[in-house]
């Protein structure tokens, strides 16, 4: 919140942009090359809706954030980044990025929005940014290159020859056989941990060198081993 500088959000924009060779990048069509652009120029759809009702501003937030989320990526021109400035009032804006999830993830999300601030901080101040130099995502796939034609590689294809002809499949005792066609039917269901579980399972992860995440997919993986 506050007086927003547009001139330096776009500047902070093109900055970050310009660091990032997955934010320049599109697919072909076989899906088997990434291209990176030099210069990707994208704009910011900027919408103004400040002089609507506080229900009306609600509701064209929620329909606005929801459009960019539903946004159809074009994957083989690109860009695969898009960028919407929503003006609740003066003093209130709503920055919304979009980027796919082929170029990006949550892990890389906080590292985007930690550049962006001080990138936009240094453009307001008119300082120079005290950023260190990205690493190059073509300098990453040449070294995953290399390494396919290594002799470490050619070690660890005994995982992909232990599973060359077809994976194990997981017959679950459950109501209903496995059907002839696979489907991706599927339901949800939500139930609560208390507290005090919840907090043994965190300090057993803790005493582990596991986050909560690894610790419920270790559950899950011994669950259906059993």
Not at 26 to 47: A, G, R
Not at 64 to 72: G, V
Not at 103 to 117: H, P, R, Y
């Amino acid at each position: 919140k506050g007086n927003l500088n547009i001139n330096a959000l776009e500047n902070a924009l093109k900055t970050l942009i310009g660091r990032h060779e997955s934010l320049r990048a599109s697919f072909s069509n076989d899906n088997v090359y990434m291209t990176i652009f030099k210069d990707f120029p994208i704009k910011i759809s900027h919408k103004d809706i400040s002089d609507q009702t506080e229900k009306e501003k609600d509701t064209s937030k929620d329909v606005l954030i929801k459009n960019d989320a539903n946004y159809l990526f074009d994957l083989i021109n690109g860009p695969l980044v898009k960028i919407s400035l929503i003006t609740i009032n003066a003093l209130d804006n709503l920055l919304v990025l979009t980027v796919h999830h082929s170029i990006c993830d949550g892990l890389s999300v906080d590292v985007l929005l930690k550049e962006l601030s001080i990138l936009y901080s240094a453009y307001v101040e008119d300082k120079e940014h005290k950023l260190s130099e990205p690493h190059a995502y073509s300098v990453f796939a040449e070294k995953e290159n290399k390494f396919l034609e290594s002799s470490n590689y050619k070690t660890s294809e005994f995982w992909v020859n232990m599973y060359k002809n077809s994976v194990p499949k997981i017959e679950l005792p459950l109501d209903y056989p496995r059907p002839k066609t696979r489907t991706y039917n599927n339901d949800v269901l939500f139930f609560k941990l208390s507290n005090v579980l919840f907090e043994k399972l965190k300090q057993l992860g803790i005493n582990n060198g596991c986050s909560i995440v690894t610790t419920f997919m270790s559950a899950f993986e011994l669950f259906l081993y059993q």
